[in-house]
């Protein structure tokens, strides 16, 4: 039996060439620093030969999960801190499972969770966790499930059911997040080339613009400039300066054209006769070049 050994620069041409093998997936390569490497959401240490867990939090962790009084069904509050108890009874070496049980206690205590509470949700996560996986559904729904906007008189209603005959779920449809975020929304599609309008929401200036590919493109592009604060960008400038916000979702095509020419003539005239926020100059056309567009 023969030794295998890698020496450290076969070890990156090996990388260099698992890294060829398809261009959209790249391996990395990290190190265990004290002996410690995470892996996922566990944190695992070496200790002369053997292996200990615990839970990995990444540096920028706060410890922000739902508050105790988010307006919530019970049971969504229940789940978020027996969840977290069951993650720790599921990944922690025993020498860790106290440390992570009384930080997860000390995070949503800050949260609002009164003790009294977790401790019943810490008795139904080790119930759940120790118990046998192979037992049959808890309901019988029978193929009555009924959907709801949650509300508290309704929540109490439906406890007064047989949940044998009837099962209700229900949505969030007002949250803070859905106002905020919507993840579903995309900008319209629209495929045209031609001249476009990008309004300011705060203000009556609007950014005129042209474009010879598709508008959500050019979009995106605007977008990128804000992210990342491109001061040769007059949307970027317009934001930055004057702290306004950009109305993305009124962007729009006015004057469809596949020619540039006639493109640069319609923007030319936007920016002269409507407010804009546009940096460059509009160009002075003869009368007679706007009359042919
Ligand atoms: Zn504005």
Not at 139 to 148: A, F
Request: charged content about 20%; hydrophobic content about 35%.
């Amino acid at each position: 039996m023969t030794q295998f050994s890698l020496s450290w620069g076969s070890f990156k041409d090996f990388i260099s060439k698992l890294n060829k093998l398809a261009h959209n997936i790249k391996f990395k390569v990290e190190w265990k620093v004290d002996g410690k490497i995470a892996f996922l959401d566990i944190l695992v240490t070496r200790c002369s030969d053997q292996l200990s867990f615990t839970v990995y939090r990444k540096p920028i962790h706060t410890g922000s999960y739902l508050d105790f009084f988010s307006y919530h069904q019970d049971k969504i509050i229940y789940s978020v801190a027996t969840g977290l108890f069951m993650r720790a009874l599921g990944i922690c070496s025993p020498q860790h499972l106290d440390t992570e049980l009384y930080l997860v206690h000390l995070q949503l205590s800050e949260l609002g969770y009164p003790d009294w509470f977790l401790s019943k949700a810490l008795s139904k996560a080790i119930l759940s966790f120790y118990k046998n996986h192979n037992t049959t559904n808890k309901y019988i729904w029978d193929n009555k499930c009924i959907t709801l906007s949650y509300n508290e008189y309704i929540n109490t209603a439906s406890k007064l059911l047989p949940k044998d005959q009837i099962k209700f779920t229900f949505n969030y449809p007002n949250s803070l997040f859905k106002k905020v975020v919507n993840v579903h929304k995309r900008t319209k599609v629209n495929k045209n080339p031609g001249v476009y309008k990008i309004p300011c929401q705060d203000c009556e200036d609007v950014y005129w613009g042209q474009t010879g590919r598709d508008l959500n493109t050019r979009i995106k592009e605007h977008k990128n400039s804000v992210k990342y604060a491109q001061e040769n960008s007059a949307v970027f400038l317009h934001t930055y300066q004057k702290d306004h916000r950009i109305d993305w979702d009124n962007s729009a095509i006015l004057f469809k054209s596949h020619c540039s020419f006639r493109r640069k003539i319609v923007e030319s005239s936007f920016i002269k006769h409507f407010p804009n926020l546009n940096i460059c100059i509009y160009i002075i056309l003869p009368p007679a070049y706007v009359l042919i567009c």
